[in-house]
């Protein structure tokens, strides 16, 4: 006998993830499980728990376990055919196929308008029930229904249908009696309950779960000894299935899917790509500096033996297609290959930057690589919709992702499926910022226990699908001979793979990652408006550029990609180095984990810390970075050089690290990493410092290719802020990209001396534009409450026609709401025309002047800057700051003064950057970049002051902060009380 594994990806059922199943049906006493989701999205975690107890003793170094290994996984889905409600198990690859095709037909019957071609007439429900596979009716008229089209069926039994199995089987039907594992105890019956409430929208008073609360599942003997399972018939039956589906298994990881570009079916890739790639290098904007042949002879050689010229070709074509105007900036482990920068699809010369291949590809790796592509975000999803219309919808999807059940979703959804009120669940999600296992001050005894408790058992669960933000798969054929699909939620015209990353990379589909840069566009806008102002070669001269070092080495980096962070920027300051090299350490080295790393880097850089070795390895691998690991290429080597690991095994736990299970599975390649270390005669303390920096790269870090690709798109945005900065940031702020609100980089553009002018309806375009080197005008894109459509309109008018003589000719010409002219002439574009300024004036002199009683506004500065506020996000003459000073009172310091250590201040800030952090005992803190009229402050709020405040500090408050001006190397801290 085998069980059907119900997991948490049926969605409003299912009360098991994938380890907790997989350990159930073991503890149950069966060796063959088939996953019974409606659909295949579960079956990469399936397989994951499967292997995870032998991969956990190999990592203890022993010995597979005979139990373990006699446990098998198979295939299985559910569907619905003509209302009955079936399933199949495939029995060949090409019933995989077929059940695939079938799933993705089915999930398309709600967006017939996206369904691809080759799954047959929706009119019709085709395709039927896959062939190749066995096929189970959950009830006896579904199996009637089969059988009357000619299909071998079973019908699948259980005790509480036991008259209609007796019925089955006195017709000469076939039964089958796997036991579905749905449930153990009541409480797992109670969580099916809650989650059914979930997923329809109901209260779990009202909901009608699917399951009878005596579906629990039992022991395999005690299922095997009750009638139909143990009639001898049934069993036969049952046998003979297990006996064909053991027959096949699914391919996993045994090759990778690639698609062929068009055109290219016939051709001799390899060859197609040599010539290609030499003809790329000798283009003079692709320079070389090191030995590119025999580089590019060992990249081909490998490139060949793994059949990868597929892919970069694939890549090619697809750009010679969408075209995108801003160009690309090919990143991730990628940009480490001189092919790809060849074919111009990287930025950096692999080899001049000392960038390692075996970083992107290596003999002996397993699971496919990938590329990822940057485009501009107003580019990207042409480039996307690119791939669908010139590859097919049949073989092109998007990656999806699985997002699961975290604290503040458990907490709302478990509270509404309890009919709590709305001011509740709001009260419910202020207080559990930043919860982990409880709500700070909750009494033992409170309402609110039981749903800590019930969203303590909800998190981690599978919760709903989304989008990967660009990872696509390009299927040589139709993509169902390997994955199901269906249409995406809440994006328009795309279909998403069932299977996340883990998945796709698992199966062998090789994905290329198309991600959207605004900073790429801020680039081309800003570079459209210079024109011959910059640089023939440009990339090159941006790093060579002395006032673009010095700003970077100044930490003067408000709106330069990538390297604007608060961390980032103190870092700068820090070391005071604005050379590449240093740039591309630094950005891989800000990450969550790494800050007491970071201060011994910055001391040994300064010299303050002598670095000594402590192992020739350290000296050999790491002495660019003065013995600290940056990359995650460093990872891999210590790992290879000091624990004696082979690339394979390294490359396992890079990638655990960056998984949200990291902490479960850490322990055991920590204690393999030890053995090994000792094994080869390394000191106990090289080994506790050599661990203690890997375990920095928890939660995301960064390969050096990566850093490098993105430095060089820093450079080329710092050598804009440093040489034209009125273009800059206004570029920075129309793409609405970086760090901070738009009033920051407002803030940071008059530190550079720039003159801040209102929206006007004569001077103003769409966009935000420099006006001359010296001036930023605000975009009309930036006035909250005008329709978008009719300030189009205006500004077409105003390109054809001129300028407005006045508000009456711009009324007369341009047909306007009355909400559009509100919001347009209380933001100040009417301002030209307003008498003495007064807005209000102006809008009721063409209905016979003000009426008695209403107050003329703005006429002071203070009142255009609540109405600047209101209508533009951002004030004009006024700071937010001293504008709280002026209306509340209180703070008269200023942040200039946190400059001088030892200072109690309190002062009036707007909040224009923040960071909530858990220290290493798991206390919450918070960073914060505070703004006013004299500048910019970091602050930080210590444990106890973070618990002190009612709520954390949010970009866009304007607040009275009090605390103690300090000096922490160098820099002034706002220590917050």
Not at 46 to 63: H, T, V, Y
Not at 223 to 251: I, K, N, Y
Not at 705 to 729: G, I, M, N
Not at 738 to 749: C, E, H, K, S, V
Request: net charge neutral; hydrophobic share 45%; proline share 7%.
């Amino acid at each position: 006998m085998f069980a059907l594994g119900i997991s948490d990806f049926s969605v409003g059922e299912g009360v098991y993830p994938a380890s907790l199943l997989v350990r159930l049906a073991r503890s149950l006493g069966y060796r063959d499980l088939v996953a019974w989701d409606p659909g295949l999205h579960g079956w990469a975690r399936l397989r994951e728990a499967q292997e995870a107890p032998q991969e956990a003793r190999r990592l203890l170094g022993q010995p597979p376990d005979p139990e373990l290994e006699a446990f098998r996984l198979h295939v299985g889905a559910r569907f619905t055919w003509r209302g009955h409600a079936l399933g199949a198990l495939p029995v060949s690859h090409g019933g995989y196929a077929a059940l695939n095709r079938r799933l993705t037909a089915q999930a398309f019957e709600a967006a017939p308008e996206l369904r691809p071609p080759g799954l047959g007439d929706p009119a019709l429900g085709d395709p039927g029930p896959p062939e190749g596979c066995l096929l189970l009716a959950e009830t006896r008229a579904g199996l009637e229904a089969l059988c009357r089209e000619g299909f071998e069926a079973a019908l699948l039994a259980h005790p509480r249908r036991a008259s209609e199995a007796r019925e089955a089987l006195a017709a000469g039907l076939r039964v089958v009696a796997p036991q579905a594992l749905r449930f153990r105890t009541a409480e797992g019956f109670e969580l099916h309950r809650l989650k059914r409430a979930i997923a329809t929208q109901d209260t779990v008073p009202r909901v009608e779960p699917l399951w009878d609360p005596r579906d629990g599942a039992v022991a395999r003997s005690d299922w095997e000894a009750r009638f139909p399972a143990c009639d001898p018939r049934v069993q036969r039956a049952t046998a003979e299935m297990l006996e064909r589906v053991r027959g096949w298994r699914l391919p996993w990881g045994e090759r990778w899917v690639i698609g062929r570009p068009l055109g290219l079916e016939a051709a001799d890739l390899d060859a197609l790509l040599e010539a290609r790639v030499r003809e790329g290098l000798r283009r003079p904007d692709r320079p070389v500096a090191g030995d590119a042949e025999a580089r590019l002879r060992q990249e081909l050689a490998l490139i060949r033996e793994k059949q990868f010229a597929s892919y970069f070709l694939l890549i090619q074509d697809l750009l010679a297609a969408a075209q995108p105007e801003a160009g690309i900036c090919g990143r991730g482990s990628g940009a480490a290959s001189l092919v790809a920068y060849a074919l111009g699809l990287t930025n950096v010369d692999p080899v001049g930057t000392g960038l390692l291949f075996e970083r992107f590809l290596t003999p002996q790796r397993t699971d496919p690589p990938d590329m990822d592509l940057d485009f501009a975000w107003d580019e990207r999803d042409r480039v996307i919709a690119k791939a669908f219309e010139r590859y097919g919808r049949d073989r092109v999807a998007m990656v999806a992702n699985h997002a699961f059940f975290k604290t503040r979703g458990a907490l709302r959804a478990v509270a509404q499926a309890h009919g709590r009120p709305e001011a509740e669940l709001k009260q419910l999600s202020d207080r559990s910022r930043g919860w982990e296992g409880g709500l700070a001050g909750l009494p033992e005894v409170h309402p609110w226990r039981p749903l800590l408790a019930w969203a303590a058992r909800l998190k981690g669960h599978f919760h709903q699908l989304s989008v990967h933000p660009g990872g696509i798969v390009i299927a040589p054929g139709p993509l169902w001979e390997h994955a199901p699909f269906q249409p995406a939620p809440a994006k328009e015209g795309v279909a998403i793979t069932q299977w996340d990353k883990e998945g796709v990379e698992g199966y062998g589909l090789v994905k290329l990652d198309l991600l959207g840069n605004r900073s790429l566009a801020v680039i081309r806008d800003a570079c459209a408006v210079l024109g011959s102002r910059v640089p023939p070669d440009f990339a090159a001269a941006a790093r060579k550029d002395a006032p673009t070092q010095h700003l970077l080495a100044q930490g003067d980096s408000m709106g330069v990609f990538y390297v604007e962070s608060p961390a980032m920027r103190q870092l700068q300051q820090r070391v005071h180095r604005g050379d590449f090299e240093t740039l591309v350490i630094h950005s891989s080295l800000i990450r969550p984990a790494a800050w007491r790393w970071v201060n011994r880097y910055v001391a040994r850089v300064r010299g303050e810390e002598a670095w000594a070795p402590p192992d020739p390895v350290f000296e050999d691998l790491l002495s660019e970075s003065f013995g600290v690991l940056i990359y995650q290429e460093d990872v891999l080597k210590v790992c290879v050089a000091l624990a004696g690991w082979s690339y394979d095994e390294a490359e396992r736990l890079r990638k655990l690290l960056g998984k949200a299970d990291c902490n479960e599975k850490l322990p055991l390649f920590e204690a393999r990493f030890r053995s090994g270390a000792a094994a080869k005669g390394v000191r106990p303390e090289v080994v506790d410092e050599a661990w203690d920096m890997i375990r920095t790269f928890q939660g995301y870090s960064f390969c050096k290719p990566h850093s490098a690709s993105y430095a060089q798109v820093s450079f080329q945005s710092a050598w804009l802020k440093a040489h034209h900065p009125a273009a800059f940031f206004a570029s920075v702020i129309t793409n609405q990209g970086g760090f901070y609100p738009a009033i920051a980089y407002l803030g940071d553009a008059r530190r550079h001396r720039l003159v801040v002018r209102g929206p006007d309806a004569n001077a103003s375009a769409w966009p935000f534009t420099a006006e001359g080197e010296q001036a930023v005008r605000v975009g009309l894109m930036q006035v909250q409450g005008a329709r978008a459509e009719e300030v189009q309109a205006l500004l077409e008018d105003r390109e054809r026609n001129g300028p407005f003589a006045g508000l009456d000719d711009l009324l007369a010409r341009v047909g306007l709401s009355l909400p559009t002219v509100e919001a347009l002439c209380a933001a100040g574009a009417f301002d030209r025309w307003a008498p003495d300024g007064d807005r209000t004036r102006l809008l009721w002199s063409r209905l016979g002047g003000v009426p008695p009683g209403v107050r003329p506004r703005p006429t002071d500065p203070f009142d255009r800057a609540d109405l600047e506020m209101e209508t533009l996000g951002l004030t004009l003459e006024l700071h937010p700051a001293a504008l709280a000073r002026h209306r509340r009172g209180g703070g008269t310091d200023r942040l200039a003064n946190a400059a001088q250590p030892g200072r109690r201040l309190r002062c009036w800030a707007l909040v224009v950057a923040e960071k909530v952090v858990g220290t290493r005992t798991g206390e919450a803190m918070q960073f914060v970049t505070l703004e006013d009229e004299t500048g910019l402050a970091e602050a930080v709020a210590f444990p106890d002051a973070f618990r002190r405040r009612r709520r954390p500090c949010r970009v866009g408050d304007v607040l009275n902060i009090q605390g103690r001006s300090t000096r922490q190397d160098n820099l002034a801290v706002l220590e917050l009380g």
